[in-house]
């Protein structure tokens, strides 16, 4: 059994509906991942610290209205691109916050 972490991309799904716009994004990014995406165990430490460190920099408030889980796919998205940088990562996982706050300005 190999000691790689298999997440097939059709796995992560936003959790709240008011997201219509980073879904339909979602979709279009899916349907041209067409190979499953595999991770080192040293890659998913990565990821999973920078899940922790985005979520931890949220404020209780923020906590409310996002899922952990859309931070996740953001980071994950990200690195299925080949992104392995912990800043940028980082930096995707909060972009859903950037993109609402632009969209509701």
């Known amino acids: 059994m190999s000691s790689n972490l298999h997440l097939p991309a059709g796995l992560w799904s936003p959790s709240r509906s008011s997201f219509a716009a980073m879904e339909n994004r979602r979709e279009r990014y899916l349907m041209a991942a067409k190979e499953p995406v595999r991770f080192d165990p040293e890659t998913v430490n990565i990821l999973r610290e920078v899940l922790d460190d985005a979520w931890n920099s ?5 906590r409310a209205m996002v899922s952990k889980t859309v931070l996740a796919e953001r980071i994950l ?5 080949g992104e392995r940088d912990r800043k940028r990562l980082f930096a995707a996982a909060l ?9 509701t300005a």
């Open 58 to 62: 949220l404020g209780r408030e923020t």
């Open 95 to 103: 972009s859903l916050l950037t993109d609402r706050q632009t969209h």
């Open 77 to 81: 998205m990200s690195a299925a691109n």
